[in-house]
């Protein structure tokens, strides 16, 4: 510990910079670290010195207790320092030095640790380039966008994708789960734009559609065309499914346009593992070239129904 002890350890609570407990989470340091770098980053804010001033403070604290052996000897090192519980007063002599009962700190731990006094040189002197000689700035999240087939999609694979950035050109594989939809977004950690830490990558699916099938989640839906005379009298009628077998679906008597019709257990795989329907969707075909016989007996029945579809409309006039 003593060979990376600094002055500005005892002088500065790195924990309060980063807005974070003492006993925080590596991971939480980091968020936050990431977090507060954006806002004051200097690209973010040109000209404005107190979010420079403010991004150098982040970027110091990060530095320490971002790394977890730095961490420990600055946790060491605090315990002996300010708030420590061996400190009279403020902490500091009369000649400006940290002290224990009069005891001037400087001249102590470098008596223990060698190197220079109070005096700021030596051991706790600043390291070349000042005291925020060594800035690190997180790399900036990414996005792609990833074209992958319907079958992919429903069975999930492997795919790669191309960026180039900072750290030039680079193919990164993405892994694509089962059940995957478009517009969703894949995260992949430290995958971004090249910095300390490394920015993520956002891959953001586009699913290609089917020639039959759509997709609602882990349902599959079908639009089965059926007869004016199947709707009518009902019907029995085999469909496709997407593991190419078939099943029968039973068309009840009177069924109408658009209505939806259920098979249990033969859609797809979704996120909890589950296997979706297949939703059977009627769309009644109205023939477009009768023949005279088909037309003679389509009026034989017109002339015998005597219920109106429109009854509700023109019971409003």
């Known amino acids: 510990m003593a060979n990376d002890i600094k002055r500005e350890w005892f002088e500065t609570d790195y924990y309060a910079v980063l807005g974070v407990s003492k006993g925080a989470a ?85 008596s223990v640790f060698g190197g220079g006094g109070a005096d700021g040189g030596g051991l706790f002197g600043d390291q070349p380039g000042g005291r925020y000689g060594r800035m690190k700035r997180p790399g900036r999240d990414q996005e792609a966008r990833l074209s992958i087939s319907f079958g992919e999609a429903m069975s999930g694979t492997t795919a790669s994708v191309s960026l180039t950035d900072g750290a030039g050109k680079r193919t990164i594989k993405v892994r694509i789960p089962t059940g995957v939809e478009s517009g969703q977004r894949i995260r992949l950690r430290g995958k971004g734009g090249p910095g300390e830490p490394q920015g993520d990558l956002y891959v953001i699916i586009d699913v290609g559609s089917h020639v039959i099938f759509g997709r609602r989640g882990a ?38 346009h658009g209505r939806t019709l259920r098979v249990r257990g033969a859609g797809v795989v979704g996120e909890d593992d589950k296997i979706g329907d297949l939703l059977v969707i009627i769309s009644i075909a109205v023939p477009k070239n009768l023949s005279k016989k088909q037309s003679e007996a389509l009026q034989a029945f017109a002339d015998l129904d005597d219920d109106s579809p429109r009854a509700h409309l023109e019971a409003s006039d």
């Open 26 to 110: 590596q991971a939480d340091v980091t968020k936050a670290y990431r977090k507060l770098a954006r806002q004051y980053h200097p690209d973010t804010n040109p000209g404005n010195d107190p979010a420079e001033e403010r991004f150098k403070e982040i970027s110091t604290a990060y530095d320490v207790v971002g790394d977890e052996e730095k961490r420990a000897s600055y946790d060491e090192a605090r315990s002996i320092g300010p708030g420590g519980g061996g400190f009279t007063g403020s902490g500091r002599t009369s000649n400006g030095g940290f002290g224990f009962e009069g005891v001037d700190m400087g001249d102590l731990l470098g």
């Open 219 to 256: 349902k599959l839906t079908l639009d089965l065309p059926v007869t004016i005379a199947e709707a009518s009298l009902g019907a029995e009628v085999r469909v496709p499914t997407y593991t190419g077998e078939s099943v029968t679906v039973r068309i009840p008597a009177g069924t109408q």
